[in-house]
């Protein structure tokens, strides 16, 4: 813009300059030839009108052109475009906005900072054909869950600590007073320079003179939302032992943190000493979720906030759900326990982002006897979810009795929790016989996956126990859909133990067009399961691979069917490299 009014000015000048010029140059020579032989009709013409004055007033003419063109020009600066000056001043103005515009334009711009992408990862897709009698030794099967350099980690640290750690702010002298030093405590990681707010039942006063104490767990949850959106970054809800007969909603960047949670130990002996504590115990933190709520507590779209050390409990009788989440970015329940519950214990929907590392975590947690039409413990769709150290167990459902997970926004990890004795089952066992309908009809079935569930997804198991689990189908253990699944161990085997289904009494899996399955079992025990039908260890159907490396599959039966230890059926590949399948009974097999 700047050089087209730059350049429209000069072209103006140019021309008015070069009218002018013509001007004197005609009228200095008229000047010097006398007057024109004037035409009778027309009249002298406007030259020679403009300069006889001057002809007349001149004896001799100059014989210089130079002379002449001094003594015609103000003739021509009448009648030039360009002889009012009011017009060189607009020229002038133009021009120099238009300077003004090129420096501007011309002044170096600081690029934008663009964070580096991280290289995609490789996938392997191993497609199963249907019908396949014999094949030859497989090759390894790749699943591509832990396949990420060092270089990858710390990018997505560095990533996700620029999108999920938010910029410290100075707290005021009074903000770090109230800031207090929890010897012997545990505190949130993060939150231990962050105000805290007290709340005891039992509390003779109120509200203290500088609102940090109070009797009602709301009333306090609704002073730190506005401290933490007023800057404080985070703020502690400590919680007095006792029964809070209320249904709370977390804020963000709020946690409620049982006072008398222990700092000593690991997650497993806080889990012990969670569990072992009866609704008196002086330590016990209980929220009794509101008989006219659907929920004991909630988390809303936000960040940074969690539950750690308290009970939460359900009514009996009334459709509820223990913990609520639906669309927050990342939630933390930790060292709880989630109890009671007719529509799951903990109920994530689209929780997380495209980042990894952001959704939910349940850590050390206990989820026990609760229900659902689906995910009885644990629901959790199109979420990123990490379950660690936790029990979950005495669920019941449909589908997935203790875990059920579909669609997963980032793969599942699922490390060191044990699914004990829950349930997936039908009022009812169908009369068709499942393995005869269309395989894409199994994604819509129920009476799958007793310990587990997980449809359309991407998830890891590292260390799990899956022990007295049953399904009235398939998967006592643990059904896996159109997913790719990998198990294997850390610290100790994986084990699948004495689950009962109607096929697949361990694990069971299977794969349609478009849906395939891949199972990689790794060092992983296989005992003391039973099936009615087939597939007492493991049964994968359809477009299914499972590949089982140094596992032990022993003393698993089908009474009255076939594959005691593994069956394979309607096209399904099961590749074992190592280990041992031995001890396995069948009715006909």
């Known amino acids: 813009i700047g050089t087209l009014l730059v350049f429209a000015t000069f072209v103006i000048a140019s021309v008015g300059a070069s009218d002018w010029a013509a001007c004197v140059n005609a009228r200095q020579t008229l000047l010097e030839n006398g007057p024109p032989q004037v035409n009778e009709i027309a009249g002298p013409t406007e030259e020679w009108v403009a300069i006889e004055a001057i002809w007349q007033a001149t004896d001799p003419v100059p014989e210089s052109g130079w002379d002449r063109a001094k003594l015609v020009a103000p003739t021509c600066d009448a009648d030039a475009p360009l002889s009012n000056g009011l017009n060189w001043y607009l020229i002038a103005a133009v021009c120099f906005i238009g300077a003004i515009f090129c420096f501007v334009s011309a002044r170096p711009r600081k690029k934008p900072t663009v964070e580096p992408r991280r290289k995609s990862r490789p996938t392997t897709r191993t497609e199963s054909k249907p019908q396949k009698t014999s094949i030859d030794v497989a090759e390894p099967i790749e699943i591509s869950l832990d396949d990420v350099s060092e270089a990858d980690r710390q990018r997505d640290s560095q990533t996700l600590m620029a999108f999920v750690e938010e910029k410290r702010v100075e707290e005021s002298e009074s903000l770090a007073e109230s800031s207090t030093r929890l010897d012997g405590l545990y505190v949130p990681p993060g939150y231990d320079s962050r105000p805290i707010l007290y709340v005891d039942s039992h509390a003779t006063d109120a509200v203290n003179e500088d609102e940090t104490r109070f009797r009602d767990l709301s009333t306090a949850l609704k002073r730190a939302q506005k401290m933490a959106l007023s800057g404080a970054g ?204 269309r395989l894409v009809k199994w994604g819509t079935d129920q009476g799958l996956g007793g310990g587990l569930y997980i449809l359309g997804s991407h998830a890891k198991l590292v260390d799990i126990e899956s022990v007295d689990n049953g399904a009235s189908i398939a998967g006592g253990g643990g059904a896996f859909l159109g997913s790719k699944v990998l198990i294997q161990n850390s610290e100790h085997r994986s084990k699948f133990a004495r689950n009962r289904a109607r096929i697949g009494g361990g694990i069971f899996g299977v794969g349609w067009t478009a849906n395939e399955t891949t199972l990689k079992l790794t060092e992983i025990d296989l005992l003391e399961n039973m099936a009615q039908a087939s597939g007492g260890g493991l049964s994968v159907v359809g477009q299914t691979v499972a590949q089982a490396i140094d596992c032990t599959v022993q003393h698993n039966e089908v009474p009255e069917g076939v594959g005691g230890g593994v069956s394979c059926h309607i096209g399904g590949y099961f590749d074992a490299q190592s280990g041992s399948v031995s001890q396995n009974s069948a009715g006909s097999h």
């Open 234 to 437: 985070g703020v502690q809800v400590r919680v007095a032992p006792g029964v809070y007969q209320t249904s709370i909603e977390i804020p963000s960047n709020v946690v409620i943190v049982n006072q008398r949670l222990p700092d000593s130990g690991d997650a497993m002996s806080r889990l012990r000493w969670m569990s072992s504590q009866e609704l008196d115990s002086p330590d016990r933190v209980t929220i009794l979720a509101d008989p006219n709520s659907e929920f004991g507590v909630r988390f809303g779209p936000g960040t940074r906030h969690g539950i750690f050390g308290c009970y939460v409990v359900g009514r009996q009788g009334l459709k509820q759900t223990g913990i609520l989440l639906n669309q927050a970015e990342t939630a933390a329940i930790v060292h709880c326990v989630i109890e009671g519950f007719q529509d799951s214990g903990i109920k994530a929907q689209r929780v997380g982002s495209e980042l990894p590392g952001m959704g939910l975590v349940v850590s050390g947690s206990l989820i026990r006897n609760n229900s659902a039409t689906q995910g009885g413990g644990i629901f959790a769709s199109e979420s990123s979810i990490t379950i660690e150290t936790s029990v979950i167990q005495e669920n019941r459902a449909r589908n997935g009795g203790g875990l059920y997970i579909e669609h997963a926004r980032h793969p599942a990890a699922v490390r060191g929790t044990r699914f004990v004795a829950n349930r997936a089952q039908l009022p009812q066992n169908p009369s068709e016989d499942p393995m005869k309908h």
